[in-house]
């Protein structure tokens, strides 16, 4: 079983639809969540980290943790073309200072116009 | 605040010879880490520094990769000598901890595309 895992995609859906992203991971132990965005050809970009059990809201995104059933997810709000890119579940997988940030294959969003 | 900056952004060289990656973390951060994508695959950790020294190096391929961060500051990425499939997009990202179990996010560089031929 990979450490951090989601699906590939490619996902796609609708402008002004809501996309809904998820990653699961292995190690219980994990604290430490983060989704980055990734477009062709370009670097990751932090999207949202999150920490604690429940919902944590940012504009358009929302990022949701469930330790018990080891999974996160990122929904997209009113998804706009411009979302289209690569969006990459990244988890600190294991003891707080003994590992790096693990990440998943990522999941490809196509926003349709 | 300047970003995390690499440098080449691109290189191309053949089988057997060297190349050295450059990596600028933002100004403070202790921690810096290299990470590799090849074609299709996810995002592989190499290694990590803390300040100047190496805290996990579990993610290095193979001894033809030396990494270091001389003084705490910029780190550099050696491949020698370079294989085929050594080709593909290593970054650079940095991130200052504060402490306790959770950790910061990473910042990441542009990536140096490197390709072997």
């Known amino acids: 079983q990979k450490e951090v895992e989601q699906n590939s995609g490619p996902l796609s859906v609708p402008e002004g639809a809501i996309a809904s992203l998820n990653c699961t991971y292995s190690?219980?132990?994990?604290?430490?969540f983060f989704w980055y965005r990734q477009y062709s050809g370009k670097s990751p970009e932090l999207i949202m980290f999150?920490?604690?059990?429940g919902d944590k809201e940012d504009g358009r995104f929302t990022a949701q943790l469930n330790k018990a059933s080891q999974y996160v997810s990122l929904l997209i709000r009113d998804s706009q073309p411009s979302d289209s890119a690569t969006y990459l579940c990244?988890?600190?997988?294991?003891?707080?200072?003994?590992?790096?940030?693990?990440f998943g294959s990522g999941t490809r969003l196509q926003v349709q116009p | 605040e300047a970003g995390v900056t690499q440098f080449p952004s691109h290189s191309v060289i053949e089988k057997g010879q060297t190349v050295t990656l450059r990596c600028d973390p933002i100004?403070?951060?202790?921690?810096l880490y290299w990470y590799r994508r090849v074609m299709g695959k996810e995002i592989k950790f190499l290694l990590h520094?803390?300040?100047?020294?190496?805290?996990?190096e579990s993610g290095m391929p193979n001894n033809r990769f030396l990494a270091e961060r001389t003084g705490g500051t910029y780190s550099t990425l050696k491949v020698q000598p370079a294989e085929l499939e050594d080709s593909g997009v290593y970054f650079c990202?940095?991130?200052?901890?504060?402490?306790?179990?959770?950790?910061?996010?990473?910042?990441f560089g542009n990536g140096t595309r490197l390709t072997v031929t």
């Open positions: 190690d219980r132990g994990s604290q430490s």
């Open positions: 520094f803390v300040k100047e020294s190496k805290q996990d």
């Open positions: 999150i920490y604690s059990n």
């Open positions: 990202a940095s991130s200052q901890d504060v402490g306790g179990r959770r950790r910061s996010p990473l910042h």
């Open positions: 990244a988890g600190f997988v294991g003891d707080t200072g003994r590992r790096a940030l693990t």
């Open positions: 100004s403070g951060h202790d921690n």
